[in-house]
């Protein structure tokens, strides 16, 4: 698909959206694409053109929302605010890492968007993010670290906004690569996967309100908790795996032999389902005949669903 196709197409889903609102997002996605030069790592890091458009609309259905909050209350302070922001440095941020130094993956947002695609090599991009608001460095131990560090306005459009530049991470992971440990963790954003192939020893997945959907990760022991958002994970784990689900929602879909995993589980007022096993209501589960894959699970008022296909 060529850039124009891809452009028409999103014009197209959008139509619900007002004529002004259209040709704002579509302007606004053609610069995306000038900027990066690179029209088929965009199309890959955006998705397809109707996922984009669900986005979208959602986003300008929030920005009105916001705006409307704003007129309501004190202009002084909406000021204010914009003043703050204007004081910071925002540019499009680029990180490259040679990936024969990298054993180890830390990333770690508070809020944002971020998009993890497959590439030749270990790379940051952002785009209206502030260089303040972003740690990214090879430690000594050869743990690649990326995070924001300080809080930043993630309004998608607003008419009030002296910028358009939509705050968005794409972090690139080479194909097939192979670490000791990976850690990812949201809070209140969104951190979405293109089809990974990364293996690792160990690891930690860690939601908090927002959404993850991780496809592509096959590992050893890796260890997760959902607080109050959603998460989606298609891969393989294995050993002694710890989840906590507060009052979200888990899913996973996992490739192995489903004999070969065994599983404990403490429900409060969710669900729980493992395979073809679904518990509901306040119950605990024990197994005394513990495999060496094995779950133990603490669901609250959320839902924790496990797949395991052979």
């Not at 704002?24 to 996922?51: C, H, N, T, W």
């Not at 860690?206 to 991780?214: E, I, P, Q, S």
């Not at 989606?232 to 294995?238: D, I, M, N, P």
Request: net charge negative; hydrophobic share 35%.
């Amino acid at each position: 698909m060529t850039r124009e196709e891809y452009l028409n197409e999103l014009k197209s889903s959008i139509m619900s959206l007002s004529s002004d609102e259209q040709a704002e997002a579509i302007q606004y996605y053609s610069d995306y694409f000038d900027e990066a030069d690179d029209d088929e790592k965009v199309m890959r890091e955006l998705g397809s053109p109707e996922e984009l458009a669900k986005t979208i609309i959602e986003k300008f259905a929030n920005a009105l929302v916001d705006t409307k909050a704003n007129d309501d209350g004190d202009s002084g302070k909406k000021d204010d605010r914009e003043g703050a922001s204007s004081g910071l440095s925002i540019d499009a941020l680029y990180f490259e890492f040679d990936k024969k130094e990298v054993k180890k993956l830390s990333m770690d947002f508070g809020a944002a968007e971020v998009v993890v695609i497959e590439g030749e090599k270990y790379s940051i991009e952002t785009r209206g993010l502030p260089e303040e608001c972003m740690n990214c460095y090879l430690s000594k131990e050869g743990t690649l670290v990326v995070s924001n560090s300080h809080r930043f306005n993630l309004n998608f459009w607003s008419h009030n906004r002296r910028s358009r530049i939509v705050p968005r991470v794409l972090v690139t992971i080479p194909k097939n690569a192979e670490l000791e440990k990976i850690r990812i963790a949201i809070g209140a954003g969104k951190l979405t996967t293109k089809e990974l192939s990364v293996k690792c020893a160990a690891g930690n997945v860690d939601v908090g309100a927002g959404n993850m959907v991780l496809n592509g990760i096959f590992g050893g022991h890796i260890d997760m908790r959902c607080g109050m958002g959603n998460l989606e994970y298609k891969g393989s784990v294995t050993g002694s795996v710890n989840l906590d689900c507060g009052m979200g929602s888990v899913n996973l879909e996992l490739s192995g032999d489903p004999k070969s995993y065994s599983y404990d589980a403490k429900v409060g007022l969710g669900d729980f389902r493992f395979n073809d096993d679904k518990k509901s209501g306040v119950c605990q589960i024990y197994n005394n005949q513990k495999l060496a894959n094995h779950f133990s699970v603490n669901v609250g008022m959320g839902s924790v669903a496990i797949k395991i296909n052979a």
